[in-house]
């Protein structure tokens, strides 16, 4: 038994310090009872603090491996599973820092006497070489080989530069995974000048040290609420669509004094479109979120008897759960991300304005995020703090400025932190009460899953010549694995040319339907999707099928299969410039055309299949092809979608 260690308040509403070293928690054994204690402590508090002592400053910071040691142990002792993010092969040609693998670059400007920015890249959101599931961020002018990353970095997006936002860590948006159910952070440098004063209209005030992190706890804020707003809150839903693709710089989102959500609404509609490339605006648009990791090989379908729930709705691809949820002992807290959110929809009522929701949820939670009921968590070197990422919210405070004093930002001063988010075996929760329409019918239709339940999930990619089809197809096969993936390409069943009538002259064209043995390619298709499905049942898990042309959605075969279709968009002239090429990026192109022919034959036949075969199918999803970065952003795209 043994252990019971001493725990001090934070604060009265939230977050407890335990006096145990994170160095000794990552050397604790799995089934210690000091874990099960912290565990319970995070469960009771929200917020655990574990911080070296005092005697030994110099020896106190932690390697990545500590952290993930640390983070994993605690989560494990909750009851929970986790998986770290997996990382996607991708194709990027600099070595800028990633977000969950995309190449990313938050801020143009280089460190004084760079010649670029490629030079000394942003770390942003960039991940410990073997530790995908710790990023770091922070302010540093310059850093040099910290276990294994060089570069600088650029502290919060703009929005927090003179203000702040609470938030749940997560993407909050119909193709990112559910939120994780507990984050850690680890400090190795704090600003010493630059903190202030927050001040709310009420006269709340609140003296912040420069770089510290809000907590507050949503369950104490939902025992502060007019008990006539928490009784609408449980019969609330909330949606998100776009998630971080919402944000427009400068513009999106502007904070409320409250923290709690934007006093404007999105420039644009807040959309994840099924058949639309601005689906994905979060993992193309100018800022990058630490939170879009791609699915582990766990079907979010398959979590909590499905309760975390995705739906289509006008094409519109969403992801929902209840605003009010209640913990394993049956306590209620509030899960809301207000920056990412669309709307609220009240069983009975049907969906609200997002004005009368982002309102709804600053009432809900507005007691509870304001003093006396916040800490202000001043970090020292070494610390690592836990949190319960479910049932607390937290913000950075201003790193630029704030009440007319300089941050810690503006003065240049180094704030260096690490973040640790895993994918748990937890997903929020969806109650049926909380998915009816107007008339109080329960909103079935349109509901789906990240993929559809299927021994064998098909996959085609469709676009035009030298649009990155292959390049895509062979990354995605790469990151599911052989044999659970098989390839089938339009390419290997091409079997004769066909004369295409142009301004009076007949030219021999390789770009019509008739020109691939489609007989051929349907019977190989059946063939291995009778192999998969017996895979797939032998090793009780989905397996998967990746077919791809340019115009592959023209086989019918394809077509009634199909899981999950994309279409990769390149324009006239990109295509016609990289058909005419010997090469095109790091790909030989072995039959280079002429630009007659590419202009007179090639584009207008993928025309034709476009408006005959891809426009009218349901449910393709548009990418936006280009270079590396843009293929790095299909990828990341086509694995959130299809629920890897």
Not at 458 to 485: D, H, M, N, Q, Y
Request: proline share 6%; charged share 20%.
């Amino acid at each position: 038994m043994a252990a019971s260690i001493r725990l001090t308040p934070l604060h009265p509403s939230i977050g407890v310090r335990a006096d145990v070293t994170p160095q000794n928690v990552a050397s604790a054994a799995e089934d210690s009872e000091l874990l099960r204690e912290l565990a319970d402590a995070v469960r009771a508090h929200g917020v655990l603090l574990l911080r070296p002592s005092d005697s030994v400053e110099d020896s106190c910071a932690l390697s990545p491996q500590q952290i993930s040691q640390v983070y994993t142990k605690i989560h494990h002792a909750l009851g929970w599973d986790c998986q770290p993010p997996r990382k996607l092969p991708l194709r990027s040609s600099h070595d800028g820092a990633h977000i969950d693998g995309v190449a990313i670059q938050v801020n143009s400007e280089p460190l004084a006497g760079a010649a670029s920015v490629a030079e000394l890249p942003n770390l942003r959101g960039a991940c410990f070489p073997g530790f995908p599931e710790t990023n770091v961020l922070g302010c540093v002018e310059g850093l040099k080989d910290w276990h294994g990353l060089s570069g600088y970095l650029r502290p919060t997006p703009w929005w927090e530069k003179e203000a702040f936002q609470f938030h749940h860590d997560g993407g909050f948006s119909g193709t990112s995974p559910p939120p994780p159910a507990v984050v850690a952070m680890y400090c190795e440098a704090t600003p010493t000048e630059g903190g202030s004063t927050l001040s709310w209209p009420t006269g709340e005030t609140l003296p912040y040290s420069p770089g510290a992190t809000l907590f507050y706890s949503t369950r104490v804020a939902l025992t502060l609420a007019e008990p006539a707003l928490v009784e609408r809150a449980r019969r609330m839903t909330c949606v998100y669509s776009a998630g971080f693709g919402r944000v427009v710089d400068g513009e999106y989102p502007v904070m409320s004094t409250s923290g709690l959500v934007s006093t404007a609404a999105a420039p644009h509609p807040a959309e994840s479109l099924v058949g639309d490339s601005s689906m994905h605006a979060d993992a193309t648009s100018t800022f990058k979120s630490l939170e879009n990791f791609a699915f582990d090989e766990t079907d979010a379908a398959d979590l909590s008897d499905g309760s975390c729930l995705y739906r289509v709705t006008e094409g519109k691809r969403e992801f929902l759960h209840s605003l009010v949820q209640e913990d394993e002992h049956g306590r209620p807290y509030v899960l809301c991300h207000g920056l990412c959110l669309d709307h609220l929809e009240e069983a009975g009522r049907g969906a609200l304005s997002w004005q009368d929701s982002v309102a709804f949820v600053e009432a809900l939670l507005g007691r509870g995020a304001k003093p006396p009921h916040l800490l202000p968590l001043e970090w020292r070197r070494g610390d690592l703090v836990i949190w319960d990422n479910r049932t607390t919210q937290h913000s950075v405070t201003p790193s630029h400025g704030h009440g007319g004093v300089v941050g810690y930002a503006a003065k240049g001063l180094t704030r260096l932190m690490t973040r640790t988010a895993m994918q748990p075996s937890w997903v929020p929760s969806v109650r049926d009460g909380s998915m009816a329409d107007s008339d109080g019918h329960k909103r079935t239709s349109n509901s789906l899953s990240p993929k559809e339940k299927s021994d064998v999930v098909v996959v085609a990619i469709s676009g035009a010549s030298r649009s990155g089809k292959s390049t895509l197809t062979v990354s995605l096969s790469e990151f599911i694995g052989t044999p659970r993936c098989v390839t089938l390409h339009q390419d290997s069943y091409w079997h004769r040319q066909v004369r295409r009538v142009v301004d009076g002259e007949s030219i021999l064209s390789d770009e019509e339907t008739s020109c691939t043995n489609w007989a051929s390619f349907n019977a190989d298709f059946l063939r291995l999707m009778g192999v998969q499905k017996q895979r797939a049942q032998g090793e009780g898990r989905p397996c998967y099928i990746i077919v791809e042309g340019f115009s592959i959605l023209h086989s019918d075969a394809v077509a009634q299969h199909c899981s999950h279709a994309f279409h990769i968009q390149l324009g006239r002239q990109a295509t016609i410039d990289r058909r005419c090429q010997p090469h095109s990026d790091d790909r030989p192109n072995p039959y280079p055309k002429t630009r007659k022919y590419c202009e007179k034959v090639l584009w207008p036949a993928h025309l034709e299949y476009v408006e005959r075969s891809v426009r009218h199918h349901k449910g393709i999803v548009y990418l936006e092809g280009g270079d590396f970065a843009a293929r790095d952003a299909m990828l990341v795209t086509v694995v959130s979608v299809v629920g890897l």
